[in-house]
């Protein structure tokens, strides 16, 4: 296995990964709505955004497995996303990307890397916090203003002794 910079032949794999990862949201939500009718494209939207230097895919068995990215602000910087295909998980990718990219952003002399796994991600709330993110840093609160569909919001963690819904 091994991280390297992002090159233009990796785009398919890069838009299947992405996909996957939007798939992967769909039934933590139950919402086929969530990316839209083409998911795939947007890590077309992503790379844009990002730039092609600031993203990273991981390679294992001669193919593309994982992949992450920095999206920096000055001396602030997000990693966003991390995916690695459910057919390469439980490997250490997710743990060699999240490192690649800390190793760049202490380069770059970012003093604030933060994270935003979506509220119902456990795995993905517990995998950041091994890697040392452990700072409370913003806390999004969403009045849902629709009419919810059964079981579309569950109980969910306290906060300050206010119960949410995730």
Known sequence: MSVRRYAPTDLD???????EMVQYHRDLYDDPTIGGEAPEL???EHLRRVGAERIWV????GRI??????????????????????EFRSRGIGRDLMQRAIEEAERLGVLCLSVKPVARNEDA????YRA???????????KWLGTPSPGQWRSGPELFGKRFSF
């Open 13 to 19: 794999r890069c838009r299947f990964l992405w996909a």
């Open 42 to 44: 947007g890590f077309d």
């Open 58 to 61: 991981a390679t294992c068995e």
């Open 65 to 86: 497995a994982g992949l992450t990215s920095l999206v920096l602000n000055e001396q602030e910087a997000e990693v966003e996303p991390i995916i690695v295909s459910e």
């Open 125 to 128: 709330v517990s995998f950041f």
């Open 132 to 142: 040392g993110f452990t700072v409370l840093g913003h806390v999004q609160l969403v």
